[in-house]
Nanobody, 124 residues
Framework: QVQLVESGGGLVQAGDSLRLSCAAS????????MGWFRQAPGKEREFVAT????????YYADSVKDRFTISRDNAKNTVYLQMNSLKPGDTAVYYC?????????????????WGQGTQVTVSS
């Protein structure tokens, strides 16, 4: 069992940066691939980034590539999403997710545990 709690969201201006954190509880974190997803108002939840259990494999949505960086610290049971050059189109609730697999995935239905989400609002 893994419980996930996101933090770090907020209201920023276009061009600013934010770092989201996702603290995980449970013994299986270090063997779990992790992902970040987001849901904007009126839209479906979409993939943002994913990282394998050891951090060696990372993938990003095209819309955030070169601006966002996913990382993890297994000693702290935490995964991060560094978001730079934020745009109004990045406004959404951001969710952290964990899957009971070593391999990263961009597919929501392959994740077993989800956090409650943290709101990110980017003003123009």
């Amino acid at each position: 069992q893994v419980q996930l709690v996101e933090s770090g969201g907020g209201l920023v201006q276009a061009g600013d940066s934010l770092r989201l954190s996702c603290a995980a509880s449970g013994r299986t974190f270090s063997s779990s691939a992790m992902g970040w997803f987001r849901q904007a108002p009126g839209k479906e939840r979409e993939f943002v980034a994913t990282i394998s259990w050891g951090g060696g494999s990372r993938y990003y949505a095209d819309s955030v590539k070169d601006r966002f960086t996913i990382s993890r610290d297994n000693a702290k049971n935490t995964v991060y999403l560094q978001m730079n050059s934020l745009k109004p189109g990045d406004t959404a609730v951001y969710y952290c997710a964990a899957r009971t697999s070593y391999s990263s995935s961009r597919y929501q239905n392959e994740y077993d545990y989800w956090g409650q989400g943290t709101q990110v609002t980017v003003s123009s």
